[in-house]
């Protein structure tokens, strides 16, 4: 290609939110990615070119498609349209990195995973909180048995800041949004523990008369494993701010306590002993991580963390929480599974 480096790689990010501004800005910044984006808003458009310049524009994904030369997509637009671009994408030959959650839709999932089979294109899901040194350190305290075999597992996040940083405000008008917004949590329940919840019950109730709202706004899910050793519990909210979110794992022979916003850890044991770290760690930093690694994969020089097979889970568990919330029951997650042919 005319003008391109060696090493250099054609991503095209589409969507100008906040998360698809904090993508475009990182990956400008690193020197060997040429940059276009996709944004038919005219006013998105305007504040993209405000804060970082201008780049090569495109209105649809598919005019960005027939241009030809694109390494990588990447999709950072709301939820509900995730599934069709990244199959649109992968089946024009181009790898993907995909927004958190992969879709709000199992079957979409599937389908998605279809299309990476076919394609034999990279694909990964934004969960970047792999990349976290704060939760990477609670994993490590996790796994070298300190706190004993897990036996709870406990997390918290209040955004009313998601409410306020978002250019489409689809939450106003997606029922049960908050789940998707919340799912890195449920991502790390699984990630964390190594164990996938058999059923799930939630409950979800309307708090306040905010200016900023969904519906609901407040939840809790409770996950059950059916041979009774662990249990685990959610608790998302569209009302608290600043924002609050923490992580409590409790073991047969300690705990953990994390604070997100501070990345401090608290590991005690039943000893009485106990640790307080604090993980040196700067947001951005976690981005540039998780994009050095899909970088690295995009280059065949390493596997993708989040591939399509591991990112549906997130989504089936999003998928018994609604259910359970619709019929007021727990919700079977493995005969949701069996349902879509996730196994």
């Not at 910044?29 to 405000?50: H, N, Q």
């Not at 839709?105 to 076919?118: F, G, L, Y």
């Not at 969904?214 to 939840?219: C, D, E, G, L, T």
């Not at 705990?255 to 951005?284: C, H, L, P, S």
Request: hydrophobic fraction near 40%; proline fraction near 3%.
């Amino acid at each position: 290609m005319k003008g391109k480096c060696m090493n250099e790689l054609n991503f095209c990010v589409a969507g100008a939110g906040s998360i698809g501004r904090r993508h475009l800005r990182l990956l400008k910044e690193r020197g060997d990615i040429r940059l276009s984006v996709v944004e038919p808003s005219e006013k998105s458009w305007a504040r993209i070119v405000e804060e970082m310049g201008e780049f090569r524009r495109f209105h649809t994904l598919e005019e960005a498609l027939v241009s030809g030369n694109l390494d990588a997509v990447v999709i950072a637009t709301p939820h509900g349209m995730h599934a069709e671009m990244s199959i649109q994408a992968l089946d024009a030959g181009v790898n993907v990195f995909c927004e958190k959650p992969m879709s709000d839709s199992v079957e979409e999932c599937m389908a998605m995973q279809e299309a990476v089979q076919r394609s034999g294109k990279v694909f990964s899901v934004g969960f970047m909180f792999h990349f976290d040194p704060f939760i990477r350190k609670i994993r490590e305290i996790l796994m070298s048995g300190r706190i004993g075999t897990p036996v709870h597992f406990y997390s918290r996040l209040g955004t009313y800041n998601t409410l306020l940083c978002s250019v489409s405000r689809h939450q106003a008008y997606t029922p049960y949004s908050i789940i998707m917004d919340c799912i890195h949590d449920t991502d790390l329940l699984c990630w964390l523990t190594g164990r996938v919840p058999d059923y799930v019950f939630m409950n979800g109730i309307q708090a306040g008369a905010l200016e900023l709202t969904s519906a609901p706004n407040v939840i809790d899910a409770v996950y059950r494993y059916a041979d009774g050793t662990f249990a685990a519990h959610s608790h998302f909210n569209y009302v608290q701010h600043p924002q609050v979110h923490t992580l409590e794992i409790t073991g047969d022979r300690g705990y953990i306590q994390g604070d997100f916003m501070t990345a401090r850890i608290t590991a005690a044991t039943f000893g009485g002993k106990m640790e307080i770290v604090t993980a040196e760690r700067q947001f951005d930093d976690v981005y540039r991580a998780e994009w050095e690694w899909f970088v690295k994969a995009v280059r065949g020089e390493t596997s993708p963390e989040n591939p399509a097979a591991s990112a549906i889970l997130p989504t089936l568990l999003m998928h018994a929480q609604m259910e359970s919330a619709r019929n007021g029951r727990e919700a079977d997650v493995r005969e949701i599974a069996g349902r879509y042919g996730f196994l």
